[in-house]
């Protein structure tokens, strides 16, 4: 079992950068990719990035790519998203997820085994 915390919530203004953690606990001896999504009010959980276990495979939802960059360090069990240029439309709880199919990035929520409570970024206009 892996617990997951994320953090990083922030209150930013348009084109201002905030970066998100996401701490691993528990079985963190097993590899396991990473991946972040997103939730902003009244609209369905979407994809934002993902990373494999080595970080050498990444994926972007188009609506981020060049602006977010996903990254982790294994020896501190944590995955960081560094979001750039914000938007007001990025405003949503973003959520951190691990996957136990280590050598693989997915887009698809349900391809996750593991996630965070959720942590709130808010771009304002």
């Known amino acids: 079992q892996v617990q997951l915390v994320d953090t990083g919530e922030g209150l930013v203004q348009s084109g201002g950068s905030l970066r998100l953690s996401c701490a691993a606990s528990g079985r963190t001896s097993s590899a396991y990719a990473s991946g972040w999504f997103r939730q902003a009010q009244g609209l369905e959980r979407e994809f934002v990035a993902s990373i494999s276990w080595s970080g050498g495979s990444r994926l972007y939802a188009d609506s981020v790519k060049g602006r977010f960059t996903i990254s982790r360090d294994n020896a501190k069990n944590t995955v960081y998203l560094q979001m750039n240029s914000l938007k007001p439309e990025d405003t949503a709880v973003y959520y951190c997820?691990?996957?136990?199919?280590?050598?693989?990035?997915?887009?698809?929520?349900?391809?996750?085994?593991?996630w965070g409570q959720g942590t709130q970024v808010t771009v304002s206009s």
């Open positions: 997820a691990a996957r136990k199919a280590y050598s693989s990035t997915s887009n698809s929520a349900g391809g996750y085994d593991y």
